[in-house]
């Protein structure tokens, strides 16, 4: 089965024209778009499960345009954009996280913001110290659990 197998041919250059305006690239950072093949790879084989909210944003994105989005003029792809920012509602917040997740996880997007190029785990990162009185209601709380050996 092929990576995106779940999206037809259109379907699939639709997502990367609006993979590409959710983050374009920058030559001024020296990062590529989020239509980058590598990291639009990423995107394809990422959302599994998710397939079908995905099939959503991208029939919502043709609705709206009255034709194919990735066929779509730039200007009119901007405005369908627009629209869709407004009225994607919880398939488009997922499309958005996956998007940003795969543009993350990209080598030459951890160099462009100075972190070692590496997953997080084993060595961990170091993480600013924060005011754990924030905790204390959560503390106050007490246990709102049942042991499992109960």
Not at 92 to 117: F, G, H, W
Not at 122 to 144: A, T
């Amino acid at each position: 089965m092929s990576e995106n197998a779940t999206l037809t041919a259109e379907q699939v250059c639709s997502l990367r024209c609006l993979a590409g305006m959710m983050i374009p690239a920058s030559a001024a950072y020296d990062v590529p778009s989020a239509a980058d093949d590598a990291i639009f790879s990423d995107v394809l084989r990422s959302f599994g499960r998710d397939a079908a909210q995905v099939r959503a944003v991208l029939l919502m994105a043709d609705e709206l345009g009255g034709g194919t989005f990735g066929g779509l003029d730039p200007a009119r792809q901007e405005a369908v954009a627009a629209k869709l920012r407004e009225t994607g509602g919880e398939p488009l917040k997922l499309l958005t996280r996956l998007i940003l997740q795969c543009y993350y996880r990209d080598d030459r997007v951890m160099r462009s913001l100075n972190m070692e190029v590496r997953p997080p785990f084993p060595k961990g990162f170091e993480i600013e110290q924060g005011d754990w009185s924030l905790l204390d209601p959560v503390r106050r709380r007490g246990k709102i659990y049942r042991d499992a050996n109960s």
